[in-house]
């Protein structure tokens, strides 16, 4: 027999309340397009200030205890005190993500660039990297590789995988036995082309050749339009190779825009792909961090309303009626399985989640509780002079 509705309801709560996202550290800085970069006031002047804005959303929302550093934007003389005044606001450091698009060396390519020097040079960056993780206690290496050519015939397709699968496994014998590799793929932009890393399946196919400790990270904004995300994540978790989510929306290209909030339906469908596979599992070792951008919107209430959006999708996900709806799919029953998922994903599950905030001590309302803290007005008063921090600075 199915668990009641009452019954479902309880296990949600209890496995929300243990959910953890994960914040960009970029989240917090200036960003824009290619066109304009609006600077907005209060913005943080170093990864110090960004570290205690991530702090904000896990105090108001208790399911982001982890912040996640852009090297070398994060760069900072010591790891270690970074990490302690992480500890002291309450977070700690997570993903570590190495940066190798933005020097000029690196116009033809990072680790697949035809010129050896380069090459090196970047793969010394992913190994600095490496450092940083065994400095900050991170477990994961995050690696997104802006490498492609624009022109048929610029470069050798397959000479450029060879090198990408040199660099990546050099890397991954520097790992310790604890640290992972998460490998990102994009279907275009800036290389308009070829990417190297293009999709899942060639993110895929150089995990598997290096081994169980290097995994696939889904950005859901780095696909065709109209790709079905939910079942790239559905076998990826199958084959043990889903290492997390970089989430974001995307109406367009990559918008990097609030995770759910151009298609919640979409991310319910990823996070019920996830919650059948015992994905949120602590074991099932799956990260799932925020990749987004505030262009336009205040920064840190743009945080807090994505990590809800995350919760109220993962909170639908989690009251579907697996057992019936195991039942009807072996029975045939094609409307009636559909409608068991329709069900679950039109409940509204804002209050459920609400009581879970409150059963941890927070405010139901977390956007309400920033508002009130005061935090926003402070540090526009106190970030005064100074560079504030951007997308590449
Ligand atoms: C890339 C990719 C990476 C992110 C950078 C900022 O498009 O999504 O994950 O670190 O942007
Ligand atoms: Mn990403």
């Given at each position: 027999?199915?668990?009641?509705?009452?019954?479902?309801?309880?296990?949600?709560?209890?496995?929300?309340?243990?959910?953890?996202?994960?914040?960009?550290?970029?989240?917090?800085?200036?960003?824009?397009?290619?066109?304009?970069?609006?600077?907005?006031?209060?913005?943080?002047?170093?990864?110090?200030?960004?570290?205690?804005?991530?702090?904000?959303?896990?105090?108001?929302?208790?399911?982001?205890?982890?912040?996640?550093?852009?090297?070398?934007?994060?760069?900072?003389?010591?790891?270690?005190?970074?990490?302690?005044?992480?500890?002291?606001?309450?977070?700690?450091?997570?993903?570590?993500?190495?940066?190798v698009f933005q020097d000029d060396d690196y116009m033809l390519g990072s680790?697949?660039n035809?010129d050896?020097r380069v090459r090196r040079k970047a793969?010394d960056h992913?190994?600095?990297?490496?450092?940083?993780?065994?400095?900050?206690?991170?477990?994961?290496?995050?690696?997104?590789?802006?490498?492609?050519?624009?022109?048929?015939?610029?470069?050798?397709?397959?000479?450029?995988?060879?090198?990408?699968?040199?660099?990546?496994?050099?890397?991954?014998?520097?790992?310790?036995?604890?640290?992972?590799?998460?490998?990102?793929?994009?279907?275009?932009?800036?290389?308009?082309?070829?990417?190297?890393?293009?999709?899942?399946?060639?993110?895929?196919?150089?995990?598997?050749?290096?081994?169980?400790?290097?995994?696939?990270?889904?950005?859901?904004?780095?696909?065709?339009?109209?790709?079905?995300?939910?079942?790239?994540?559905?076998?990826?978790?199958?084959?043990?190779?889903?290492?997390?989510?970089?989430?974001?929306?995307?109406?367009?290209?990559?918008?990097?825009?609030?995770?759910?909030?151009?298609?919640?339906?979409?991310?319910?469908?990823?996070?019920?792909?996830?919650?059948?596979?015992?994905?949120?599992?602590?074991?099932?070792?799956?990260?799932?961090?925020?990749?987004?951008?505030?262009?336009?919107?205040?920064?840190?209430?743009?945080?807090?309303?994505?990590?809800?959006?995350?919760?109220?999708?993962?909170?639908?996900?989690?009251?579907?009626?697996?057992?019936?709806?195991?039942?009807?799919?072996?029975?045939?029953?094609?409307?009636?399985?559909?409608?068991?998922?329709?069900?679950?994903?039109?409940?509204?599950?804002?209050?459920?989640?609400?009581?879970?905030?409150?059963?941890?001590?927070?405010?139901?309302?977390?956007?309400?509780?920033?508002?009130?803290?005061?935090?926003?007005?402070?540090?526009?008063?106190?970030?005064?002079?100074?560079?504030?921090?951007?997308?590449?600075?």
């Open positions: 027999m199915s668990p009641t509705i009452e019954g479902r309801h309880r296990a949600a709560m209890d496995r929300l309340g243990a959910q953890a996202i994960e914040l960009p550290s970029w989240a917090f800085g200036n960003s824009g397009t290619r066109f304009k970069v609006f600077a907005q006031k209060g913005v943080p002047r170093d990864p110090f200030e960004k570290v205690a804005d991530a702090a904000q959303v896990h105090r108001f929302t208790g399911v982001a205890p982890s912040v996640a550093l852009h090297i070398p934007w994060d760069t900072v003389e010591d790891y270690d005190v970074l990490a302690r005044h992480a500890a002291e606001l309450g977070v700690r450091i997570g993903t570590i993500n190495a940066n680790v697949t035809p050896p793969t992913l190994l600095a990297c490496v450092d940083v993780m065994d400095a900050t206690g991170s477990r994961d290496l995050k690696l997104w590789f802006s490498d492609g050519t624009n022109y048929p015939g610029q470069d050798d397709i397959a000479a450029r995988q060879d090198r990408l699968a040199t660099a990546l496994a050099e890397v991954y014998r520097r790992l310790a036995p604890h640290q992972r590799m998460l490998l990102e793929y994009k279907l275009f932009e800036p290389a308009f082309y070829t990417m190297d890393v293009p999709d899942w399946g060639t993110a895929y196919a150089h995990c598997l050749e290096l081994g169980p400790q290097a995994k696939v990270v889904v950005d859901t904004g780095h696909h065709a339009p109209g790709t079905n995300i939910e079942f790239i994540v559905a076998l990826l978790l199958r084959a043990k190779k889903l290492g997390g989510f970089d989430f974001n929306s995307r109406f367009y290209a990559d918008d990097d825009l609030m995770v759910g909030a151009a298609d919640p339906f979409q991310l319910f469908r990823i996070m019920l792909e996830v919650v059948q596979a015992g994905g949120l599992d602590a074991e099932a070792g799956i990260a799932f961090m925020l990749d987004q951008c505030h262009n336009i919107e205040p920064k840190i209430r743009g945080q807090i309303r994505s990590v809800m959006n995350v919760q109220e999708a993962t909170a639908k996900a989690l009251l579907v009626d697996t057992q019936a709806l195991a039942a009807a799919q072996t029975a045939g029953d094609v409307l009636g399985a559909n409608a068991i998922v329709m069900d679950a994903y039109n409940t509204d599950t804002r209050p459920l989640v609400a009581e879970v905030r409150s059963e941890a001590g927070l405010d139901p309302d977390p956007v309400a509780a920033y508002a009130r803290s005061g935090y926003a007005e402070r540090i526009v008063a106190e970030r005064v002079g100074g560079n504030q921090a951007g997308w590449g600075a």
